[in-house]
């Protein structure tokens, strides 16, 4: 059957089966790069999207449960300030992210500075949980989440 | 591979027609339990699914003076601020569910009406007195969460019934005592839960719950019997009375290990006897 749902702000047409996972629908029918070869069980954070604005894993996800949702995946973010504020932090305090993780972890960082700009460091942590990852540092992440805030209000205040 | 119809019911109405005409039926909230469980490339259901997760009466929140009442479809992530996760320690036990990825889209029914076993939150909406609204074609039914065990305390899901929502009273919890025991609780592990609540009115124990769940769901009305309208702080008679009767009937039970068990609960009851409310 043919489903309709929003991808990175643009409207996608796609025609799925009750078989298919979001990921793979994803990946085969929408030719969304950033996502990885997962662990299907909701693990690693290989297959991290935004549902709606939510962190959700689409290897969980039945593909016929995307339809009418807004889903964004990292390549919405990558030409965004937050992004490279983000990007640009982790590489300074010396974080080199693996690559099955680097788009789960830099999505879950784009999630958090939408919601807020005012995060508990107990909320940056928690966010980094939804990866399952040991090249970075949950306090390193933090530290780096907490000074692309900082450059993002700095950024503002200039003209 | 089998391929299933896919149906977008849009109001309740519409649901409760399709499940009259469809016969092999999977009601799918959210599917993450499909995803977690079927380790293959490929998922596999009945040759009919009926989405839910579009229909906004499933998906509501609704406070009033004496209780809560949620939507099925609700995810765990937005049950997270309403009673009675916004006591510190059920928040805590929400929060072993999964991350927050799976949280925001797990669904509260998806995770009552899973049937092979008592997931992480059923035994403290047991002890909250959690009541099930269910629909059938022709009529509504509202049943005690201990309507899905049967009388050996094993999951018991009725086929052709919809789980709507879930209402809990609002009541003061006073004293909440939360224990795993075990492994992992989900798909299949050893693990369960036990939880025990307490209600203190004037200085007595007005209300009194304690249930373990996991494969099976245990609850000795008795020794609950035995607890409430005793006075409070517990005094110790009362707790070497209802552990016996609690040792008792776990023995007998012939399931649980009572020689496990027995030391969790005089702590849960050692802990109602010293807690300062």
């Known amino acids: 059957m043919n489903i309709?749902?929003?991808?990175?702000?643009?409207?996608?047409?796609?025609?799925?089966?009750?078989?298919?996972?979001?990921?793979?629908?994803?990946?085969?029918?929408?030719?969304?790069?950033?996502?990885?070869?997962?662990?299907?069980?909701?693990?690693?954070?290989?297959?991290?999207?935004?549902?709606?604005?939510?962190?959700?894993?689409?290897?969980?996800?039945?593909?016929?449960?995307?339809?009418?949702?807004?889903?964004?995946?990292?390549?919405?973010?990558?030409?965004?300030?937050?992004?490279?504020?983000?990007?640009?932090?982790?590489?300074?305090?010396?974080?080199?992210?693996?690559?099955?993780?680097?788009?789960?972890?830099?999505?879950?960082?784009?999630?958090?500075?939408?919601?807020?700009?005012?995060?508990?460091?107990?909320?940056?942590?928690?966010?980094?949980?939804?990866?399952?990852?040991?090249?970075?540092?949950?306090?390193?992440?933090?530290?780096?989440?907490?000074?692309?805030?900082?450059?993002?209000?700095?950024?503002?205040?200039?003209p | 591979m089998n391929l299933s119809e896919i149906h977008y019911p849009h109001t309740l109405q519409e649901l409760m027609l399709l499940l009259e005409h469809e016969r092999k039926v999977q009601i799918v909230a959210a599917g993450t339990t499909f995803g977690c469980i079927q380790d293959s490339r490929y998922l596999s259901f009945e040759p009919s699914i009926v989405y839910i997760q579009h229909i906004p009466e499933l998906s509501s929140i609704h406070k009033t003076e004496r209780m809560i009442s949620f939507g099925a479809a609700c995810t765990l992530s937005e049950l997270e601020h309403v009673?009675?996760?916004?006591?510190?320690?059920?928040?805590?036990?929400?929060?072993?569910?999964?991350?927050?990825?799976?949280?925001?889209?797990?669904?509260?029914?998806?995770?009552?009406?899973?049937?092979?076993?008592?997931?992480?939150?059923w035994a403290l909406l047991a002890c909250l007195d959690a009541e099930l609204e269910f629909r059938a074609f022709s009529k509504t039914s509202t049943k005690n969460i201990w309507y899905l065990a049967d009388e050996m305390g094993l999951p018991a899901i009725e086929s052709g019934r919809l789980l709507t929502r879930i209402r809990i009273p609002l009541q003061s919890i006073d004293y909440l005592f939360i224990k795993r025991i075990g492994g992992s609780i989900f798909p299949d592990g050893d693990g369960a839960y036990l939880v025990s609540a307490a209600t203190v009115d004037r200085r007595l124990i007005s209300d009194f719950k304690l249930v373990i769940a996991g494969a099976?769901?245990?609850?000795?009305?008795?020794?609950?019997?035995?607890?409430?309208?005793?006075?409070?702080?517990?005094?110790?008679?009362?707790?070497?009375?209802?552990?016996?009767?609690?040792?008792?009937?776990?023995?007998?039970?012939?399931?649980?290990?009572?020689?496990?068990?027995?030391?969790?609960?005089?702590?849960?009851?050692?802990?109602?006897?010293?807690?300062?409310?």
């Open chain 1, 4 to 158: 309709e749902f929003n991808l990175n702000s643009s409207m996608q047409r796609v025609t799925i089966t009750s078989v298919e996972r979001a990921l793979d629908m994803l990946i085969r029918q929408c030719d969304v790069k950033s996502l990885p070869g997962t662990c299907l069980e909701g693990q690693c954070g290989g297959c991290l999207v935004l549902i709606d604005n939510k962190p959700a894993y689409s290897c969980l996800m039945p593909a016929f449960t995307l339809r009418d949702r807004r889903v964004e995946t990292i390549e919405y973010f990558t030409k965004t300030r937050e992004y490279s504020f983000l990007y640009s932090e982790l590489s300074k305090g010396g974080t080199a992210l693996c690559s099955s993780c680097h788009n789960g972890i830099m999505l879950m960082g784009m999630a958090l500075l939408r919601r807020t700009l005012t995060p508990a460091r107990d909320e940056i942590l928690n966010t980094l949980a939804n990866v399952h990852c040991d090249s970075i540092s949950p306090d390193d992440f933090a530290d780096a989440v907490l000074k692309t805030i900082q450059h993002l209000a700095i950024a503002r205040k200039t």
């Open chain 2, 83 to 121: 009673y009675p996760f916004e006591h510190k320690q059920a928040k805590e036990l929400l929060h072993t569910i999964g991350t927050s990825a799976v949280r925001n889209i797990a669904t509260i029914g998806g995770h009552l009406m899973y049937g092979k076993r008592f997931l992480s939150l």
């Open chain 2, 216 to 277: 099976r769901a245990y609850r000795n009305y008795d020794a609950e019997q035995r607890i409430i309208s005793a006075p409070y702080p517990l005094p110790a008679r009362i707790l070497q009375s209802a552990l016996r009767m609690y040792a008792e009937s776990l023995r007998k039970s012939n399931f649980w290990n009572a020689e496990l068990l027995l030391p969790l609960i005089s702590q849960a009851l050692e802990d109602l006897r010293q807690s300062n409310t």
